[in-house]
């Protein structure tokens, strides 16, 4: 087992600035759109100023805009400041082959999945191979939102792209309980809900390309943010469609949509399940499919069951659904 972290500065200019530049990039879009109707002297340039972050692709090479690309390494580094986030990693990663690092839980917001961000290095602790996180597809649809995450090397959880990753041998983590878990949030509950008895997909990608699996749990990251959320069956449905849940959050200072307040984010790795190519009939992959499956449920109660004392959440559950 080994540990590192960064040292919290919540409120460092700098780290706010990093944070409200990442995880504020919404809030300054839903700005920028109001300056477009709003009837000030600031609307013509408003307006161009949309126009061309929306009709700019975004890069796929670093050595395209390397300014922009190391812009994306200082709001990684000074975030992880405002965080103060530590990464325990309890078993090192397999290095023969690629792997999936479920990181759970959703909330607000899933940020903490940042901690495996290249542009991190945490000291005393043997960093795994270059990470890639996958995020909601619908991020990288919205204007400037989309420049900011990928130059914090994030990408799109489509399937396409999940399997372009495995093919190469990439390390990849994501969030597998997905917007699902922010509807099944309920204020003041002791209980963490997680959305993965019919997470299932995955582990077939990960049998068909010889996958390891790592179940991850994030600490400090519920409590993020206030929120106003109607629950209805609609909600779901949009929520599903959309690939985010259409409902009012408060950040820091009580600002809408603004950045979350600074807790202190703690990652912990569990103990990673091998995964060999599958190479037999569809009938006995989707047996092999419900054996990992259950093994990572698993695999996902030890992780937080293991680790939740250390953390201030030895009256917590994890509740599976």
């Known amino acids: 087992m080994s540990k590192g972290a960064y040292e919290h500065r919540p409120n460092d200019p700098r780290a706010i600035a990093a944070v409200l530049l990442w995880l504020g990039s919404t809030f300054l879009l839903v700005c920028l759109l109001l300056l477009c109707i709003l009837p000030t002297p600031l609307r013509t340039p408003s307006i161009v100023l949309l126009t061309f972050l929306t009709l700019t692709p975004v890069p796929t090479s670093e050595s395209t805009l390397p300014l922009l690309w190391s812009l994306g390494e200082w709001t990684m580094t000074h975030a ?38 290249p542009c991190l290095t945490f000291s005393n602790i043997p960093q795994p191979s270059k990470v890639f996180g996958l995020m909601t597809t619908i991020v990288f649809r919205l204007p400037f939102v989309k420049h900011v995450y990928t130059f914090c090397r994030a990408g799109d959880v489509s399937k396409k792209n999940f399997v372009r990753h495995l093919e190469k041998k990439d390390n990849i983590v994501f969030i597998p309980g997905g917007v699902q878990e922010v509807m099944l949030l309920e204020k003041g509950s002791k209980d963490i809900i997680l959305y993965l008895l019919k997470r299932k997909g995955f582990i077939k990608l990960a049998l068909l390309h010889g996958s390891n699996i790592v179940p991850v ?22 929520s599903r469609m959309i690939g985010f849940t259409p409902m009012i959050f408060f950040g820091r200072f009580n600002i809408p949509l603004f950045i979350p307040y600074p807790k202190k984010i703690s990652v912990v790795t569990g103990e990673p399940i091998i995964v060999k190519k599958f190479e037999g009939t569809e009938d006995e992959l989707r047996g092999k499919v419900e054996e990992i499956h259950g093994r990572w449920i ?5 992780v937080f069951e293991d680790n939740k004392g250390e953390y201030g959440y030895g009256d917590r559950n994890v509740v599976i659904m």
């Open 80 to 117: 992880a400041h405002y965080f103060g986030i530590s990464l325990k990693i309890t078993s090192p990663l397999p290095s023969s082959s690629s792997n999936i690092l479920t990181l759970e839980p959703h909330d607000i917001l899933p940020y903490p999945l940042f901690v495996f961000s």
């Open 298 to 302: 698993e695999g996902m109660k030890k």
């Open 217 to 238: 749990f994030s600490f400090g990251v519920d409590g993020s943010y206030t929120y106003i959320l109607p629950k209805n069956i609609i909600m779901k449905k949009i």
